[in-house]
């Protein structure tokens, strides 16, 4: 495969499968059908494409952070392609965004130069790094999430955001089994390591049901037969998650078994009951651009180089 732009595998096959992360293309849509759907509201689309688009982003940076952190060198590896992965999904999200909402934004400008508030991916992927059982438990809820997301978008309207899912879904199914795989082994192992899987359920359930709550345009993207309404994949989600906490001796999660009586809250700086779900403010959350403290000082990360070299070509 060439690197003339990124959009050459969802119609082809190659060998290697960093489809998405060519350096040598300046329009990545060259050679496909953009123009938005009929009777679909372009702003929209690109509103519902960021929301996949940054969830992907976001989660991929947490995931770099686990360079040289990882307790062996096969889970760099292993950590450091899933990241690339969801890098690659949120640069064809990104990109459609701007071609959809006819202001030709590119990938760079959605990641770099936006502020904080309008991003709209949810609070689990923007979370602090905890340790190794949060890395697997928040691994575990996302790809288990998104899988079933981007399963049902594969049959979209929008011809470009169905290739896009498509090629997740292949990835994200690595994905979901890489962090089954490690809850098992933790769950199942030692006293410790099932304390730290525990303790890791504990850090992120409080987040899970943001993931169903379903944003407005979600709603109408849904109806338009372009997006997926979340609450449609609740059933699912609880049912895979329940056969790998069946496979790990995990009970499945409850106030009472993420966070017995007496002891103290696995990660402080999320509060001080982490089996509470966490509320929006007024009702607003990650999809509407509301998020937690840690979103900052990850932007001021992901987008410092950038703002400081703006006119940079890379």
């Given amino acids: 495969m060439s690197f003339d732009n990124a959009y050459e595998a969802l119609s082809e096959t190659p060998d290697d499968t960093r489809w998405a992360f060519g350096t040598g293309f300046s329009d990545p849509l060259s050679g496909v059908d953009t123009s938005v759907p009929s009777e679909v509201d372009g702003a929209e689309l690109a ?23 990882a307790p062996e060198l096969e889970d760099e ?73 981007l399963d049902r978008v594969r049959t979209s309207r929008d011809p470009v955001l169905a290739g896009i899912a498509d090629k997740g879904v292949k990835e994200v ?24 899987m525990r303790a890791g359920l504990a850090a992120v359930w409080p987040y899970v049901p943001e993931l169903f709550v379903p944003h407005e345009v979600e709603l109408r993207m849904a109806s ?53 779900p966490r509320a929006g403010v007024g009702g607003r959350t990650g999809r509407h651009g509301v998020h937690t403290e840690a979103m900052g000082y990850l932007l001021a990360v992901l987008q410092s180089v950038a703002r400081a070299h703006p006119e940079a070509t890379w």
Avoid at 173 to 196: F, I, N
Avoid at 243 to 267: D, E
């Fill in 47 to 69: 509103t519902y494409c960021l929301m996949l688009g940054d969830d992907a982003l976001i989660m991929s940076h947490r995931l770099q952070e686990w360079c040289t952190y």
């Fill in 77 to 149: 590896v292993a950590l450091a392609n899933i990241a690339l992965d969801l890098l690659g999904q949120a640069r064809l999200l990104l990109t459609r965004a701007g071609k959809a909402d006819g202001s030709d934004r590119g990938e760079d400008e959605f990641a770099f130069f936006r502020p904080e508030h309008e991003f709209r991916n949810v609070h689990l992927a923007e979370l602090e790094r905890g340790d190794f059982g949060e890395l697997t438990a928040r691994l575990l809820v996302f790809s288990t999430w998104r899988l079933a997301l």
């Fill in 173 to 196: 199914t690595y994905h979901r089994d890489y962090a089954a795989q490690w809850a098992v082994r933790l769950g199942d192992g030692t006293d410790y390591s099932r304390e730290r």
């Fill in 224 to 276: 338009a037969g372009v997006g997926v309404d979340p609450t449609a994949v609740r059933e699912e989600f609880d049912e895979v998650l329940g056969q790998v906490f069946a496979a790990a001796g995990l009970a499945a999660p409850s106030p009472q078994t993420l966070c017995p009586a007496g002891a103290p809250p696995p990660h402080p700086r999320l509060g001080a009951s982490p089996q509470t």
